[in-house]
């Protein structure tokens, strides 16, 4: 998105010069529609310069998150949100955290007596969430109570909110509009949120304590924006911070803590860190069967010999995050690994209707999201509908690249309806069986051997 919103902002400004340049007459420039009059150096000239302010705020946007000014064109604000701008990072300066830290640390006293007797994880898990087997992951951007909503239609036992920022969450009241939003048939639900620091860790889940099922501490983002914000998977080789953050909310919430954490290329330093989350008061752990550098195009197979270790060490329910592409796979993954449940992030995005081992036509799918959408009280952004359309359907994309450019000029639920129905009977299956189709059972047992996949 924010290359995308630079680039065209670039393509227009270098249009307009070199018109401007090859609309030259006499030294001047004649075209009506500019109303300009420079000669041709100077059309160079302002045309480097532009391209240098382009140039420059992309740089330092991509490696320091801080453009020296934004360039929008002609597109709705609600249209335009950023990875920036999502995570409000500069709406909350050090004096507004530092008040709410001393004004949590006056009532954390009073939180830890009030909560002194919790179930236990093993107790919880059975008792409230029922033994879920089936989970929706935190997915940022994806997983909002629509997208939660159809899943549970399709025998999601438990979902997770999208990663929430917890100090953008404790203080900004329109962040925790925009991006948090729950009913009454969105139960059980875990929210999850990212911080570093105890005091707004708490004063964040305290606003969500009264409508889920627990929070959990998000220890597995190895995005780069995590590392910038020091937080997910880079708080991993911080020990003592993890463990602050889990033992403050164990004492002072009336629910559990879970927490999802990655394991590390060690064994043993992945059961050390598992038995230290367990000690602070982790009452359900997930593991993300990768390392924190297993991402994007290198992301591998998750190791399920490492899951599977955990699971025997610990006393807490664990889940098992990594692999589950299809329905086989669920069933696979708990006899293998021993874990309680399973989660699955990408293979629900491709199919939603994954956990019910049903073959739904992808296009009804797509509708029955967009029903949910259109009948929800909250307003979910169109960006998020299309990003949901485009993974449902991506067999079709694949082999269609051109319609993918079509979708995108669609910026409303009707058109979008309209253009997908023409193509039923077109898409087979969904992305797992597919032509694209980049997981199979074979792979999948070879993490059983190969461990260096």
Request: charged letters at 25%; one cysteine or more; glycine letters at 6%.
């Amino acid at each position: 998105g924010i290359n995308a919103e630079y680039g065209r902002a670039g393509l227009k400004v270098g249009i307009i010069c070199c018109w401007a340049i090859i609309s030259k007459k006499d030294g001047r420039v004649g075209s009506p529609l500019l109303k300009l009059h420079i000669n041709i150096f100077e059309g160079l000239l302002f045309g480097w310069v532009v391209e240098s302010i382009v140039l420059f705020n992309f740089f330092l946007f991509n490696f320091f998150d801080q453009p020296i000014y934004r360039l929008t064109f002609a597109k709705p604000k609600s249209l335009m949100l950023t990875e920036t701008e999502t995570d409000f990072e500069r709406t909350v300066n050090d004096a507004e955290i530092q008040s709410l830290i001393e004004s949590m640390n006056k009532i954390i006293p009073q939180l830890i007596s009030s909560t002194s007797h919790k179930l236990s994880g093993r107790e919880y898990f059975q008792q409230v969430l029922k033994n879920p087997k089936t989970v929706v992951a935190p997915m940022v951007d994806h997983s909002f109570l629509p997208f939660r909503t159809l899943c549970r239609r399709y025998g999601a036992d438990l979902c997770y909110t999208p990663m929430l920022h917890a100090k953008n969450f404790a203080i900004d009241k329109t962040y925790r509009s925009q991006f948090f939003s729950t009913d009454e048939g969105d139960q059980p639900l875990v929210v999850q949120f990212c911080a570093n620091q105890p005091e707004v860790l708490l004063a964040a889940a305290r606003y969500v304590e009264g409508v889920c099922q627990a929070v959990d501490i998000n220890l597995g983002c190895p995005q780069r924006i995590a590392r910038k914000g020091n937080y997910g998977a880079f708080l991993m080789d911080q020990p003592e911070t993890v463990y602050s953050l889990v033992s403050l909310l164990h004492k002072c919430l009336s629910i559990p803590v879970f927490c999802k954490m990655r394991v590390f290329p060690k064994l043993e330093d992945t059961l050390k860190f598992a038995l230290m989350l367990q000690s602070a008061g982790c009452q359900t752990l997930t593991v993300h069967g990768r390392t924190k550098e297993q991402k994007g195009h290198v992301q591998g197979l998750a190791d399920w010999d490492q899951i599977k270790a955990v699971r025997e060490a610990l006393d807490i329910p664990v889940i098992s995050n990594g692999n589950i592409l299809e329905y086989s796979d669920v069933q696979k993954c708990l006899e293998y690994t021993g874990c309680d449940a399973v989660m699955s992030a990408e293979g629900l995005l491709h199919n939603p209707a994954l956990f019910s081992n049903k073959k739904v036509d992808p296009i009804d799918i797509c509708n029955e999201y967009m029903d949910i959408v259109e009948q929800a009280k909250e307003e979910t952004l169109f960006r998020y509908v299309r990003s949901h359309i485009l993974r449902i359907l991506k067999p079709h994309f694949d082999l269609y690249p051109d319609d993918r450019n079509k979708i995108h000029k669609i910026h409303n639920i009707p058109d979008t309806r309209v253009f997908i129905e023409k193509y039923r009977g077109m898409v087979v299956g969904n992305h797992i069986n597919s032509k694209v189709n980049y997981i199979n059972d074979s792979t999948i047992s070879d993490i059983r051997t190969k461990r260096d996949v």
